[in-house]
């Protein structure tokens, strides 16, 4: 008995959904970001005013000073939304866990010299308190900003800056034989010790700030580029000369971030300045204003961390104006 069996094509009757289409066209396939962020946020028929602000809608595009013609031009370079997101962050834990073991199996940190563990416990450690901030501005940013395109990547954001704030406090661990006696001290050093007052005052005023997208401006440009860049990349070479390379396996995760991190950044305060010439005036207003807030909290924690920490400082200050420079932060 001879059986034939063919193949039949069943060719989808819609490519895409209804707000892609309206968007693009009915036959216009979509990538699964864009079914993921594109005009998910509703806009119609909300139920109430919130409690807190009457004046506003639930969802509401005046809760920032800046204007956009569509909100949704705010698209990720990196295309992340929460599936492809959280097995790219997955892989990476993994390869972090992994250093950690190989490290901590190996007894590796004993090899690091006295001086360089006092460093790391000086001036990474209370770090997990500028991490914490950073985490409470994005999820702030996602709370009030305007689009899901924007919204959905600053609660990625949020959660990366949670995941710093653990690494950071897994270095400390691993450093003090599991002693938590060093978080103790980290959290001291940060609410008392004199040199981190300065971060730690910028810190506490982005808390507060009311316009999402001078947040956004605030903390993920104008500190985070000075933060990270005096303490994940200068401090962590000074590191490395001292004896203590073992200590950039630990930090892998957050020296990668920074850099793929900072291409969401850039773009979304590039697509702002690009819209309009009062967005521009506005983003280089707050970016100079938060520079230079930064720029004063910063320096004392330099000239304490380098012999030539003014020096240093002035190169991590250009590098960030160049970086500004280009997506119209600065003049």
């Not at 790219?88 to 004993?110: G, I, P, T």
């Not at 704030?165 to 003090?176: F, M």
């Not at 401090?235 to 957050?254: D, H, P, V």
């Not at 005036?281 to 100079?288: D, E, N, Q």
Request: aromatic letters at 12%.
């Amino acid at each position: 008995m001879h059986i034939d069996i063919k193949a039949k094509e069943v060719k989808p009757i819609r490519h895409t959904y209804s707000h892609i289409a309206r968007r693009f066209g009915e036959d216009r396939p979509a990538t699964r970001y864009q079914e993921a962020v594109l005009d998910l946020q509703p806009v119609d028929n909300f139920h109430y005013r919130p409690t807190w602000q009457p004046d506003k809608e639930l969802y509401d595009p005046t809760r920032t000073a800046i204007t956009m013609e569509d909100w949704y031009k705010f698209l990720d370079p990196r295309q992340f939304y929460y599936g492809n997101y959280t097995m790219a962050r997955a892989a990476q834990q993994a390869s972090a866990d992994k250093n950690f073991e190989f490290v901590e199996k190996r007894n590796l940190l004993a090899l690091v010299p006295a001086a360089a563990k006092e460093t790391i416990v000086d001036f990474i450690v209370p770090l997990r308190h500028y991490e914490w901030g950073a985490n409470m501005n994005n999820y702030q940013i996602c709370a009030m900003g305007y689009g899901a395109s924007i919204t959905s990547a600053a609660a990625m954001h949020g959660s990366d800056r949670l995941g710093n704030a653990q690494y950071i406090t897994r270095i400390a661990l691993a450093l003090s034989d599991n002693d938590p006696a060093i978080l103790d001290t980290g959290l001291s050093d940060w609410t008392d010790k004199d040199v981190w007052q300065g971060l730690r005052k910028v810190v506490e005023d982005s808390l507060v700030v009311d316009d999402w997208f001078e947040l956004f401006v605030a903390q993920n440009l104008a500190m985070d580029g000075i933060v990270h860049e005096l303490f994940f990349e200068h401090l962590e070479q000074k590191l490395n000369e001292s004896g203590a390379a073992t200590y950039s396996m630990l930090t892998e995760f957050i020296v990668n971030w920074k850099t793929e991190a900072s291409r969401w950044v850039d773009s979304q305060i590039a697509i702002a300045v690009e819209e309009n010439a009062a967005n521009a005036a506005l983003v280089k207003g707050w970016y100079k204003k938060w520079f230079e807030a930064a720029q004063r909290a910063v320096a004392p924690l330099a000239d304490a961390a380098f012999d030539n920490g003014s020096e240093v400082m002035a190169n991590v200050t250009r590098t960030l104006e160049v970086r500004a420079a280009k997506v119209g932060a600065a003049a």
